[in-house]
């Protein structure tokens, strides 16, 4: 099994640049796909972004398509999420989880318990 601790989240103003880690213990980290999702208050859990074990795959929600990347270093296990543009809109938790892919979408399963990112104007 993957467990999951995510790093990197704190304060950052529109249009800056944020970078969060996910580093994995777990012997199967190499084989598993990761994602990242956010919440906000008020808010159901979203998808962000997913990269399959390989990196060969790389998925982004449209809202930050073009302004966050994903990647894997399988021999650290650890992925990152790189937030640049940020806008308001994307304060939230952040969480990263292993996924898989179910009825057209990435469902998370093992979950980190999350880091806060909030964006201010």
């Known amino acids: 099994q993957v467990q999951l601790v995510e790093s990197g989240g704190g304060s950052a103003q529109a249009g800056g640049s944020l970078r969060l880690s996910c580093d994995a213990s777990g012997r199967t980290f190499s084989r598993t796909d990761i994602g990242w999702f956010r919440q906000s208050p008020g808010k159901e859990r979203e998808f962000v972004a997913a990269v399959t074990w390989t990196g060969d795959n790389i998925y982004y929600a449209d809202s930050v398509k073009g302004r966050f990347t994903i990647a894997r270093d399988n021999a650290k296990k650890a992925v990152t999420l790189q937030m640049n543009s940020l806008r308001l809109e994307d304060t939230a938790v952040y969480y990263c989880?292993?996924?898989?892919?179910?009825?057209?979408?990435?469902?998370?399963?093992?979950w980190g318990r999350g880091t806060q990112v909030t964006v201010s104007s």
């Open positions: 989880a292993t996924v898989f892919r179910g009825s057209g979408r990435w469902i998370g399963n093992s």
